[in-house]
């Protein structure tokens, strides 16, 4: 393990914790299997089923970020990260398997970091395609609040143009 690399997740995050290292041995994999470094810009994407701590490691250790567009939740609550090379293609799905099994938070912590990444993650291919790079909307003012939202979020409603918090949605289904 790379301590010193451990330590800037753990920095960045606040403390160390379970979460992380499961986030931290993510990118351990990712840059295993994709030959990954930092990514100054999209060239490496990451997709994560989760928002918990994991991802915090990947923020500080591959430079993936929701601001720069190459961090993408996709909300299933699994511990599952696809990693995506732009440069060339590569891509690879590593999904949780280690289970807490009671262990006392720094034992499971422990665990995480010093078992083999196989034992760790099952590394699968992606069922999904490469998002596409971040773009930049123009501006639409919301015809109710005054408040600018992008074009791509923003409605019609009653001929007027409105944002996602100012729109009421219409429906006639059921929803169970």
């Not at 993408?72 to 293609?89: D, Q, V």
């Not at 398997?97 to 720094?106: A, V």
């Not at 970091?113 to 291919?125: G, S």
Request: proline share 3%.
């Amino acid at each position: 393990m790379d301590k010193e690399l451990w330590q800037k997740a753990v920095d960045f995050h606040g403390h160390a914790c379970p979460g992380l290292a499961m986030g931290f041995r993510a990118v351990e994999g990712a840059k295993d299997r994709l030959h990954l470094g930092s990514s100054s810009d999209e060239e490496i994407v990451c997709v994560s089923e989760n928002d918990a701590c994991c991802v915090d490691a990947i923020q500080a250790l591959l430079s993936c970020t929701v601001g720069k567009g190459n961090l993408i939740f996709k909300e299933t609550g699994k511990m599952a990260f696809s990693f995506f090379n732009r440069n060339n293609g590569d891509k690879i799905r590593l999904v949780l398997k280690i289970q807490n099994s009671n262990l006392p938070k720094e034992k499971f912590m422990e665990q995480i970091l010093k078992a083999p990444l196989n034992e760790i993650f099952d590394f699968k291919t992606p069922n999904f395609d490469l998002p596409q790079k971040a773009q930049i909307f123009n501006t639409i003012i919301c015809e109710i609040c005054g408040e600018g939202a992008p074009e791509h979020k923003i409605r019609l409603q009653n001929g007027k143009k409105v944002c996602l918090d100012c729109f009421k949605d219409y429906s006639r289904t059921i929803k169970f």
